[in-house]
């Protein structure tokens, strides 16, 4: 059998040769000579064949097509023409950039710097925040939720009022509910605690997400009494289930109550991207009457999501959900006078805020970017000054403005995807940098990673660059007229003039851009000092902390009683042999710790005052919490007394409050004594009396105002659901196997979950600051280094412009300090012009950051951030400039004149 | 009507190459010649080219004959020196050697 020639180049040849005969003599010439070649080596053969099936193709790209017909017509001549000039030009491009080796290894370098800083955010931008979430159509879905009508605080949303939405809403082409949970995953070998949601049977259907495995939950297993299963996600399927095809139909014990497995969700599902959801069961099913659900005054952690039909709008959603709860209000004025309906976009809910620290930083990389073309522009402009001879000699020689112009962008062009190819190894870098570091609670940034999306985004920068700074020194050559250049060239102090005029107003941007920049990081440094001075309330260190929740039965008024007692049975063993343990300092219990947020707000009754309507009732943060927690916390009793071992279930109801719940609510009256009633005013509960102030803790977080707060006995409001908080002697991880062995020698099915130190909670809380100032200084260290590098070669290439005219000075008796002076002065004229707008400019940046609600205790126009930038640049560029002007100062004046 | 500029070196060796090759003329020989006895590797798309001008130029014509198995039976170009093409190479081949009269002894190959 003959060998054949390589497929791939026989259809690239097809394609460029005529169908005709002629065409036909060469493809038999190249078949011909290819067997005979292959006689020898078929490699070589092959090579052969691929170089004159692209010396053939490089032909017919630039119009000298290959056994075309004479007596043809000239086909695409025009663009075969430009085809042409584009090539010589790129080869006379490329021929003349290896020559001008430092200006393009600066050119590339810089460009690399900025476009990998940009690659990188942008990679972050685009895999949280543009990247469609895992469900069909994600836009089409929208996020449900009920409010307190006055204040716009999330409340969730009762189940009636649910029930009445898929009743009324009409927008929507399906309706689900959804609730997360943990969940106690017994029956394996060790107990665990599982994350889920209890979901209502349309949630899948509603994303558009249909199980890998199994079926998705019916209306049949959504209702009370049901026959318990669960739905399982790929990860949970793969680590507790084997990855078994058969897993469906097994059984798994959650929560003490055995569930048959129906399905299993796809691989790459999570309606949450924050969460690690491993089951997923029917929430109507659970809608029992003792569970709380029925009750309309009753928000459970209810959200909701809805389809839209085909032409709803977001707006159109909006409006009926608004009607919708005006008329539920009517109906139900005692339980919905002061509930309204929320709705938002999916996609919008799950970015979880931190779209405004993206946005900032997008806004810093284009700066920085910005910068970078601003710096190559500045190299272009001085090279194109030096190089405008041989410019003026293309112009002379009849190339026009156009041509000059096409010749530079592509020249640009070069550079720029040069650049670019670079910027994309450094944003690699940068962007594995940035997972690492980047705090837990960025929804996504697993999936971060240069793609597709991210290489269109380099070329589109690359380009846009290449003819930005092409367009300067492009328009600035072609105002240079043939002969007139010529001679004008020659005399090169003349002609460097308007080029160091370019680049004197290239480098006032340059500076305005870095003082953009080192404000930002100024702002975010001082931000992140005053948060970090913030006094939090209690004393983190050396502080461990666990959850732990008990399973018990609620579904009678007497099993709930026999439930806490069984509850406050737990504590009472729990605490004692925890603070036995050695090491232990102190030790305590409560459901809501401080930054990690209040788990119970509620309403409640000041007694002796007028009971406000219920749309006025005061509300505050309420912690359960056993006597050891405000010693264990550090929390400082400011009047009355703390929690005793008697403040129990028989002993007179009692509370201890904050500061801030004096001041908000008992201004003027001295608190200890005072009674208040937690709940709604007809809520059967008992009055407390205020037994002790202690002071304000910043339960919600650093950054957060701090709530009203009120404490309760643990031992009257047993908390089933809670964490265990111990003061240690030394490190606080080294203490957990010892607490671990209590928890199991009390109950060995009772898992442990959140384990952390009190410390790693705070520096969670901030990592995002953290995480945003390091950039944004590392970026403004990147702006102080382009634009000293870019004010020393304006200083410089003056200084080496202007020799003769040194020369001359010193000759006439100027010394060499003047001479200093006079260049280091006008580099400065230039930098504080740059200073004027960036600050004006840098100001507008502030109150963007601002109203991003990304600054603490600090405000737009800090005058330390903004004084730091401008003292910081105004020293840099005194650097800048010296270096070169000194040069000048050492002109030998002989050398100078002497070459006149 | 003479050809309005001189033939350029390539042109020159590839009427020399048809007129040596005689009814061997079509690509592939030519080309081999080319390789074989001016010593320089050739781009069959310069090649190409080259024959298309000349034939432009009425130096060359040539006739379809069928191929081969060992060309996939596709049909081969044999070229043939026009009366003009003749002409033209007698030309060149006349001041190629004025020019080089006297020169024999710097011209002769030292070597072999």
Redesign the interface.
């Known amino acids: 059998m003959r060998p054949a020639p390589p497929r791939l180049a026989r259809r690239m040849l097809d394609a460029v040769l005529p169908r005709s005969a002629r065409g036909d003599t060469v493809r038999g010439d190249l078949i011909e000579e290819f067997g005979a070649r292959s006689q020898v080596s078929p490699v070589r053969a092959r090579r052969w064949y691929w170089r004159q099936t692209l010396a053939i193709a490089a032909r017919s790209a630039v119009g000298r097509t290959v056994a075309s017909d004479p007596n043809d017509p000239p086909v695409n001549r025009g663009s075969a023409g430009l085809r042409d000039l584009v090539l010589v030009d790129l080869r006379s491009a490329a021929k003349a950039l290896i020559k001008a080796r430092g200006f393009t290894i600066a050119s590339v370098v810089t460009l690399a710097l900025g476009l990998g800083a940009a690659t990188a955010v942008f990679s972050v931008v685009e895999a949280v925040l543009v990247r469609p979430l895992p469900f069909t159509d994600p836009a089409r879905v929208m996020w449900m939720t009920e409010v307190f009508a006055d204040t716009g605080a999330t409340m969730s949303i009762s189940w009636p009022d649910f029930l009445d939405w898929g009743q009324r809403l009409h927008v929507y082409a399906d309706l689900a509910a959804i609730r997360p949970t943990t969940f106690n995953l017994t029956g394996g070998e060790i107990a665990e605690r599982v994350e889920g949601r209890e979901v209502t049977w349309t949630f899948l259907h509603t994303l558009g997400v249909h199980p890998q495995l199994g079926r998705d939950f019916a209306e049949s297993d959504d209702r009370v009494g049901a026959a318990p299963v669960a739905l399982v996600s790929d990860g949970f399927w793969r680590t507790h289930l084997a990855a078994d095809p058969g897993a469906i139909g097994q059984r798994l014990t959650i929560d003490g109550a055995s569930r048959t497995v129906i399905g299993v969700l796809p691989r790459g599902f999570r309606y949450n991207p924050l969460a690690n959801d491993a089951v997923y069961l029917p929430l109507g099913a659970t809608a029992t009457e003792d569970s709380g659900l029925p009750d309309r005054g009753n928000h459970n952690n209810v959200s909701a999501v809805g389809r839209l039909k085909p032409g709803m709008t977001e707006a159109a959603a909006r409006r009926e959900l608004a009607d919708v709860e005006a008329a539920l209000e009517r109906e139900h004025p005692d339980t919905n006078a002061t509930v309204a309906g929320q709705v938002t976009p999916v996609t919008d809910r799950l970015a979880n805020g931190v779209g405004s620290v993206i946005a900032t930083l997008f806004g810093a990389v284009a700066v920085l970017l910005l910068l970078a073309a601003v710096n190559v522009a500045s190299l272009a402009v001085a090279r194109s000054v030096s190089r405008r001879q041989e410019l003026a000699l293309r112009a002379a020689l009849g190339c026009g403005r156009r041509r000059l112009v096409g010749y530079l962008v592509i020249e640009n062009l070069l550079i720029a995807l040069t650049g670019g190819l670079a910027g994309l190894a450094v944003g690699d870098g940068l962007v594995r940098a940035l997972v690492a570091a980047a705090p837990p609670n960025i929804p996504r940034l697993d999936e971060v990673g240069l793609d597709a999306g991210v290489w269109l985004f380099v070329l589109g920068a690359s380009i846009a660059i290449a003819f930005l700074i092409a367009v300067l020194p492009g328009l600035q050559a072609s105002t240079a007229r043939g002969q007139q250049a010529l001679v004008r060239a020659s005399r090169d102090d003349l002609g460097a003039s308007s080029g160091q005029r370019a680049r004197r107003s290239l480098m006032v941007v340059e500076v305005a851009l870095a003082v953009i920049l080192l404000t930002g990081a100024g702002l975010m440094a001082r931000t992140l000092r005053a948060v970090t001075t913030v006094d939090p309330g209690f004393n983190p260190t050396q502080l461990l902390t666990v959850r732990f929740s008990i399973d018990g039965d609620r579904s009678t008024p007497a099993r709930v009683e026999l439930f806490n007692r069984r509850i406050v049975a737990f504590y009472d063993q729990l605490l004692p042999a925890i603070e036995a343990l050695p090491g232990v300092v102190a030790t305590g219990a409560a459901p809501s710790l401080p930054i990690d947020g209040a788990n119970w707000n509620s309403v409640f009754v000041v007694g002796g005052q007028p009971v406000p309507p219920r749309a006025l009732l005061p509300s505050a943060a309420f912690v359960p919490a056993t006597p050891g927690l405000f010693t264990t916390l550090g929390i400082r009793l400011k009047a009355g007394r703390v929690f005793r071992a008697s403040d129990r279930q028989d002993a007179p109801d009692v509370a201890i409050v904050n500061e801030q719940f004096v001041r908000q609510f008992l201004e003027g009256r001295s608190p200890v004594g005072q009674r208040f009633k937690q709940g709604w005013p007809e809520t059967p509960n008992a009055w407390r009396e205020i037994v002790g102030v202690v002071n304000d803790v910043k339960l919600n977080g650093v950054e957060q105002d701090t709530p009203p707060e009120v404490y309760l006995p643990m031992a009257q409001e047993p908390a089933s659901r809670s964490a265990l908080v111990v003061r240690t002697a030394g490190d606080p991880a080294a203490m957990l196997p010892a607490v671990r062995a209590v928890f199991a020698k009390l109950d060995p099915l009772l898992p442990l979950f959140d384990v952390h130190s009190m410390d790693d909670l705070v520096n969670t809380e901030l990592a995002r600051q953290r995480l945003t100032m390091l950039i944004l200084i590392g970026f403004a260290t990147l702006a102080l280094v382009l634009a000293s590098v870019g004010l020393y070669g304006v200083v410089s290439h003056g200084v080496s412009a202007r020799t003769r005219e040194i020369g001359v000075r010193l000759a006439l008796g100027a010394s060499g300090r003047q001479v200093v002076s006079l260049f280091v002065g006008q580099g400065l004229v230039t930098t504080a012009i740059g200073l004027a707008t960036g600050c004006a400019a840098g100001f507008a940046m502030a109150r963007f950051v601002e109203a991003q609600g990304l600054l603490f205790h600090v405000t737009a126009r800090d005058p330390v951030a903004f004084s730091t930038a401008v003292v910081t640049l105004f020293l840099v560029s005194i650097g800048a400039c010296y270096v070169p002007a000194r040069r000048a100062s050492r002109v030998d004046p002989t050398v100078t004149l002497r070459g006149e | 009507m003479t050809t309005a500029r001189p033939l350029g070196e390539f042109e020159q060796l590839v009427l020399l190459a048809i007129l040596r090759l005689q009814a061997d003329a079509?690509?592939?020989g030519i080309?081999?010649a080319l390789e074989a006895d001016a010593g320089r590797s050739v781009?069959?798309?310069?090649l190409?080219?080259t024959l298309?001008r000349l034939?432009?130029k009425g130096l060359v014509r040539w006739r379809?004959a069928t191929?081969g198995?060992?060309?996939?039976r596709?049909?081969?170009?044999v070229y043939a020196v026009t009366a003009r093409g003749l002409a033209a190479i007698r030309s060149s081949h006349r001041a190629f050697a004025r020019m080089s009269r006297g020169l024999a002894s710097i011209l002769k190959d030292s070597g072999a």
């Open positions: 079509h690509g592939v080309g081999r781009s069959r798309g310069a190409y080219t298309d034939e432009s379809l191929g198995e060992e060309r996939a596709l049909p081969r170009r």
